[in-house]
Structures are given as structure tokens and as C-alpha cells.
């Protein structure tokens, strides 16, 4: 019985130590999964750019769009290669044309090649080769190579439409965090400066109006601060969205917000834009293409000259039909010329014409707007630079101001709303050049977007 006992006791303590074990396992690998789901990402502005292009579904489609214009080249150049074609067939005939057997035996080729079998087997290869299509071939392989340029500046086009939406978005996370420490700031100072006048109304030297007064400044400042951080944790999931990244990851952004002036010349900026802008490429390459167009309509009414060779075997019998009395070949070229096609070829021509002339208007209009873009982008970045330069030097002098009324009013020569002023001004001043810094960097970001500049230098042409 006490042995019985002890072996009892030996399995129950395994069975604790085996359950105790798994626990842990189990509770360590909960423990890794939630930190893996958690993990921390640190990104710079680059980074974030090149995940946004991996996770764009609208670049996926338009990379697809380049494949298929390279596929229609590839179609295009196989214009102008021969078409060959292994044929075969059955025919029955109710009946055929013989000669006497002394006709027959004197032809190098069985009769049936020449006028037919009555149960005829076919089997041959046929060979046919464009000489001349009127210059369509040729007109056509120009446009499918105009094509897939335009195919290519639309993916650097969507490209640089997202990249300026990741700036836009990186940068706006970079303001959220400033904004919600100055929030942060203005309620800490409030909050202080409420337990000073607190302090002092107890001891009788200061008022009840002054009290009040400064737990209502603090009551105005808490809804600041959530909006700043309920505005933080929107456009944080914004930019993970965007970049694909998990929705409980973590972010932290290399870079800062921060901004070097660029020298504004507005005509080189056109000028740049004109190089490097996807949309004015792309105009112009359809006023190209319309070009094209016009010759394939025109190429209509053009002779056509072709090309063929066949060479086959007959036979009424398949186990004797390839050999040299079964076979025949022939070779020959063909001329069409139109002569009247109910003027649909003038009509194509006409329409093709339209065309090219709506491509030339479309370049001008979209040259205005390009010009209208630079104007407004340059006009930006003065009214950033103006804003900058005007807070950048004024939040030290902001800052001691709300030291002077501080000091003032403790020692009973300020008012308490010299305190509350100063302390507002100064997160006024800091939210100001904040956003300032941001416009300005937004500003610069839709520049080069407007120009058709990348920050990545092959996008830039």
C-alpha cells in the first residue's frame, strides 16, 4: 500500500511539473506573439516611400499595363514576319475528271493531284509574307513603342503621386507628435501654475477669482491636448495603411521636422518640369501617337502586296500519300489595290486628323496647368518661409516671457492673466512655426511633384 502511495504521488507531481511546463511554454509564446505583433518599426522617409510602391495597388496594376504594351510590340514586329501554317483536310467528291490509263502513266504526279480524288486526304504547310500594307506595319510598331513610354511616365506619374501622399503623411505624424508635446507643455504649465495660485489662496494672498480663473485655463487646455492626440493616432494609422504595415504596429520615424530654404526660380522650375513632368511626357508622346495614326488611316486606301508558298501532298490513300507522285507546290504574290470603299478610309483619315489635333490642344491646356502648379507651389513654400522666419526668433523671447510673469506674479507685482497670456502665447508661437515647418515641407514635396522630381534619383529623368 505505501508503495502503491509513493508511485501515486511520483505520477501526480510529473503531471504538475508536465503542466506547469506547458504553461510556461505557452505563456512564453503568447508572450512572443504579442511582441512580434507589436514589434517596433523604424522608418525613414525613403524607407516608408519604397514600402508604399510595394503595397500600391495601383502601381501593381500599372506595372501590369507595361507588360502588356511590351506584349503588343512583340505583336507589332510579328507583323512583318511570315505567317506559316501546317494545314490539312478531308474532301469527298460525288465524282472527278479521269483520262485514259495511257494519259495517266505518261504525268510525273498522280492524276488525283492535278484534278482531285474522290475521298481526298490534304496535308501540306503554306507560307505567306507581307511585302507592303500601305506603311500600316510600320506605323503601327512605332505606336506601340509610343505606347509603352506612356505606359511607363503613367507609372512613374502614380509613383510620384504616391510617394508625395507618403511625405504627406510622414511629415504629418512628424507635426501630430510636436503638436501633441506643445498640448502636452500648455497643460503642464497650467496645471503648475493652478497648484501655485491654490497655494497662495490658502495662505490668503491670493483670490478666489485668480483660483478659478486658473482651473478653468487648465479645463480649456485638456480638450486641446486629446484632439492632438486623437488627431496623432488617426493619421498614424493613416501612414501604416498606406505602407502596409501591421494595424498594431509600433512607428518610429528616423527623421525630424526639420527644413533647409531652397533658393524659388520659378522659370527653371518650368523648365525642369518640362524634362521630367510625367503628364507633359505623356502629352507629348500622344501627339506623337496621333501622328502615327493618321499614316495607318491613310494606309487604308494604300495597294497591299503579298507574298505565298504552299506545298502539300494528296492522296486517296494515307498509308501512300508522302511521296513524290502524292506532292505539289506553288509560289506567287498578290496585288490589291482599293479603289472605292464607300469613303471609309476618308472617314479614318478625317477622324484620325481630329485626333491629332485634340492631343496638340490637350499639351497646351495641360502646359497652363503645369505653369498654374509651379506658380502655386512657389507661392507656398514664400508663405511658409514668411511664417518660419517670423516665430523662429520670437519663441525664446516667448519663453521668457512666461518666466517674467511667472516670477512677477509670485512675488505679487503681475496678475495671474499675465501668466495665463504669456503661457498661451507661447504655445501659439510653437504651434505657428510647427506648422509652418510643415507647410513648408509639404510645399516643397508638392513642388517637386509638380516638376516631376523624385526623391529617389533614378525616378528622376
Not at 138 to 155: G, M, S, T
Not at 196 to 217: A, R
Request: charged share 25%.
Amino acid at each position: 500500500t505505501l508503495s502503491s502511495s509513493s508511485a501515486a504521488s511520483d505520477v501526480y507531481k510529473r503531471q504538475i511539473i508536465g503542466a506547469a511546463f506547458f504553461v510556461i511554454i505557452g505563456f512564453v509564446s503568447f508572450s512572443y506573439a504579442d511582441v512580434a505583433e507589436n514589434r517596433q518599426s523604424s522608418l525613414s522617409l525613403e524607407e516608408a516611400v519604397s514600402l508604399a510602391f510595394k503595397n500600391n495597388k495601383d502601381i501593381l496594376i500599372q506595372e501590369n499595363e507595361i507588360k502588356a504594351a511590351r506584349a503588343k510590340i512583340l505583336g507589332a514586329k510579328g507583323e512583318f514576319l511570315p505567317k506559316v501554317n501546317i494545314n490539312g483536310g478531308y474532301t469527298h467528291r460525288d465524282s472527278v475528271m479521269s483520262l485514259g490509263a495511257s494519259q495517266a502513266s505518261n504525268l510525273d504526279k498522280d492524276l488525283g493531284v492535278f484534278v482531285g480524288y474522290e475521298d481526298e486526304k490534304r496535308v501540306g504547310v503554306s507560307v505567306e509574307q507581307p511585302i507592303f500594307e500601305g506603311g500600316m506595319n510600320i506605323a503601327n510598331l512605332k505606336q506601340a513603342n509610343l505606347k509603352l513610354k506612356v505606359q511607363e511616365e503613367n507609372l512613374r506619374s502614380r509613383k510620384l503621386a504616391v510617394e508625395f501622399e507618403t511625405q504627406r503623411l510622414y511629415y504629418g505624424i512628424l507635426l501630430a507628435y510636436e503638436t501633441e508635446r506643445i498640448a502636452q507643455e500648455l497643460l503642464d504649465q497650467a496645471q503648475s501654475h493652478y497648484e501655485i495660485v491654490k497655494s497662495k489662496f490658502e495662505e490668503g494672498v491670493s483670490s478666489k477669482f485668480d483660483l478659478l480663473q486658473s482651473k478653468v485655463q487648465v479645463s480649456k487646455v485638456v480638450p486641446e491636448l486629446v484632439r492632438a492626440q486623437n488627431a496623432k493616432e488617426l493619421i498614424i494609422a493613416e501612414f501604416k495603411k498606406l505602407i502596409g504595415l501591421g494595424r498594431k504596429g509600433f512607428i518610429v520615424l528616423q527623421d525630424e521636422l526639420s527644413y533647409s530654404f531652397i533658393d524659388l526660380n520659378e522659370e527653371r522650375f518650368l523648365e525642369i518640369a518640362n524634362g521630367n513632368r510625367p503628364e507633359l511626357i505623356m502629352k507629348s508622346l500622344e501627339i506623337d501617337i496621333g501622328q502615327q495614326g493618321i499614316l495607318v488611316a491613310k494606309s487604308i486606301g494604300m495597294p497591299r502586296v503579298n507574298a505565298g508558298f504552299n506545298y502539300d501532298y494528296k492522296s486517296d490513300d494515307t498509308s501512300d500519300m508522302f511521296n513524290t507522285r502524292h506532292n505539289n507546290w506553288n509560289v506567287g504574290i498578290s496585288i490589291s489595290i482599293p479603289l472605292f470603299d464607300g469613303f471609309s478610309a476618308k472617314a479614318k483619315v478625317d477622324e484620325a486628323k481630329a485626333r491629332y489635333a485634340q492631343a496638340e490642344l490637350s499639351k497646351a491646356d495641360t502646359d497652363e496647368i503645369v505653369a498654374l502648379e509651379v506658380r502655386r507651389g512657389a507661392l507656398n513654400l514664400v508663405q511658409a518661409q514668411s511664417i518660419i522666419e517670423s516665430q523662429k526668433d520670437s519663441i525664446e523671447e516667448a519663453r521668457e516671457a512666461v518666466t517674467i510673469a511667472e516670477v512677477r506674479y509670485d512675488n505679487g507685482g503681475g496678475t495671474n492673466l499675465d501668466v495665463l497670456d504669456t503661457q498661451v502665447s507661447l504655445s501659439q508661437i510653437e504651434k505657428n512655426l510647427s506648422q509652418g515647418i510643415y507647410d513648408y515641407l509639404i510645399g516643397n514635396a508638392y513642388l517637386n511633384r509638380t516638376i516631376g522630381v523624385s526623391i529617389f534619383k533614378e525616378e528622376t529623368r
